[in-house]
């Protein structure tokens, strides 16, 4: 139904008396789905997406959104405790704002990108069953016998007479000409077709699995266990859990080396130290149910390893990636508290800067309290205490000391390296600040890919369908002499002038004198 060709001859059905333009060979005459059935529902929604029209726009959509999408950092890369409604617009203005509200800080896990790449992998589909079935009816058989309008139909056409007796010569060697052409030829009496490259039309379509492919492998990212890109700052000595993983890793010990001047070319200069290693030497653990029943969860170390700058630590499907240093970080603030009076010290204690303590009992009779801890402290345009960052990049501190003296508590205000106390009265107490304590730090890309060898796969699909639509054409020749002179014709899907070529250099071969002009529609020859 809706055929415009006679898929046994070639004659075409719908062309009307005179009419002189060829009814279209991409699949023999055969029509698709979508250019016969649009009456029911299910008919105009094949057709939306069997629309090659509509399939480029929703890519370009999904084209101009990514990009948009990295304009500004996506939420989960804001370097700051700001909520998103307020970072956007304070970091980047009313552009910023605008970018927020328009749903592009969570761009690719947000449900309409999500639905636009589930419409154009459906549209893929469709595209591929609307086309590839007329498409098989078309190459399933190769008819030998066709009639005279198709033959005269085709961009490739000439004749030329041919004695009586010379028919069955000729058609022997120009099937010995075609054979040699690497041609599969099928003869029936006077006529005969040659074919090659057949397998190069299914290339657009084995094009369409791979990129199908390709968007099931992004999709599985959604799925929790299937993808993990984040971030983790491990101090030397300190065991973190490695964030989205039952696992936990351990910083051993962070080395930095540098180039000693003999190790550099000799006349090269350079200005400061030129790294030659970053490295961290860690073990990492895994989170298991002890046997006892009641106990707390144990760790127990499955791998260790040195990471270095493109050499991860790889475990499973964990890949820890070296990616940042931090070096001589701040750790600890140790501090003395001082009677005021006496101006002797009465102990000496210490503030950890990462994981700082409720309360700390000084002595029998004193206990200072930790009542707020600002990890990188700045003044808001109201003036109230906040931190900027989670890092203890400005730490402030507001402590209270409980003792006989004051049991309702003294507070004050402890910055890196200074103090404030209450203003109303002289302090009872202050404080003298010693030597920090210092740290190295790493930081380590935490990656998990498990859709990674589905999109490797699928992308190397796409390039088997390329090189089989780009590198061959599917060509065929059809020969007859049925209908008295000698009629040749021939149709590929694309290099015409190489199929002329070669039709020419076999007629050539048997001494007929053919120009390449005249291989066309309506061509002549003796």
């Known amino acids: 139904m809706g055929t415009v060709l006679c898929e046994s001859c070639g004659k075409p059905l719908q062309q009307d008396e005179g009419e002189t333009a060829f009814p279209d060979m991409r699949y023999d005459g055969v029509s698709r789905r979508s250019q016969t059935y649009s009456r029911t529902l299910v ?126 010569r000729t058609l022997e060697q120009l099937e010995k000409g075609l054979k040699q052409k690497r041609y599969r030829v099928v003869r029936e009496g006077n006529a005969l077709v040659a074919e090659k490259g057949r397998f190069s039309r299914w290339g657009p379509y084995v094009n369409h699995i791979g990129l199908i492919l390709v968007i099931i492998g992004v999709l599985m990212r959604l799925l929790p266990g299937f993808y993990l890109n984040d971030f983790v700052w491990v101090r030397e000595g300190e065991t973190k859990q490695v964030p989205g993983t039952p696992y936990y890793v351990k910083n051993v010990e962070f080395i930095e080396e540098y180039y000693e001047e003999e190790d550099l070319p000799e006349g090269v200069e350079v200005e400061g ?25 144990e760790l127990v170390e499955v791998h260790r390893d040195q990471i270095r700058v493109n050499h991860p630590l790889k475990y499973k499907d964990l890949l820890l990636y070296q990616a940042e240093r931090r070096i001589n970080q701040l750790s600890a603030l140790n501090l003395e508290l001082i009677d005021n009076r006496t101006g002797e010290s009465i102990g000496a204690f210490k503030l950890d800067l990462y994981n700082p303590p409720a309360d700390i009992q000084l002595t029998d009779e004193i206990t200072i309290q930790i009542l707020e801890y600002y990890q990188d402290f700045e003044w808001t345009e109201d003036n109230q205490p906040r931190t900027k960052s989670p890092e203890p990049n400005n730490p402030a501190f507001v402590v209270s000391v409980i003792s006989p003296q004051t049991p309702e508590g003294e507070r004050s205000w402890i910055f890196l390296g200074s103090t404030l106390g209450s203003p109303d009265r002289e302090p009872f107490f202050s404080y003298r600040f010693n030597k920090p304590d210092i740290v190295d730090s790493t930081g380590l890309m935490v990656r998990k890919e498990k859709s990674l060898p589905f ?28 209908h008295g002179p000698l009629q040749l014709a021939a149709h590929t899907n694309k290099n015409w002038y190489g199929l002329k070529r070669e039709i020419l250099q076999i007629l050539k071969k048997m001494e007929i004198d053919v120009t390449i002009d005249q291989l066309s529609k309506g061509g002549k020859s003796k």
């Not at 030129?274 to 989170?287: F, G, P, S």
């Not at 590198?471 to 049925?482: F, K, P, S």
């Open 455 to 482: 999109i490797y796969f699928g992308s190397g699909v796409v390039m088997v369908g390329l090189i089989m639509g780009f590198y061959w054409q599917h060509r065929r020749i059809w020969i007859d002499l049925n």
């Open 43 to 168: 008919d105009k929604v094949w057709n939306f997406f069997s629309s090659v029209r509509n399939a480029v726009i929703m890519i370009i959509i999904v084209l101009i959104a990514s990009a948009v999408g990295t304009v500004f950092p996506q939420e989960q890369y804001i370097p700051t405790l700001d909520p998103p409604e307020i970072y956007y617009e304070k970091a980047h203005g009313t552009l910023g704002k605008i970018y927020y509200q328009l749903g592009f800080h969570n761009l690719y896990t947000s449900w309409w990108y999500i639905t636009l790449l589930l419409m154009i992998g459906i549209s893929l589909v469709i595209c591929s069953l609307d086309r590839v079935v007329p498409l098989y009816r078309a190459l399933k058989k190769l008819p030998v016998k066709r009639h005279p309008s198709f033959l005269k139909g085709q961009q490739v056409y000439t004749q030329f007479e041919i004695d009586e007796t010379e028919k069955e």
């Open 273 to 297: 130290r030129v790294v030659k290693n970053y490295q961290t030497d860690a073990i990492l653990y895994e989170q298991r149910v002890s046997d006892i029943p009641g106990a707390p969860p």
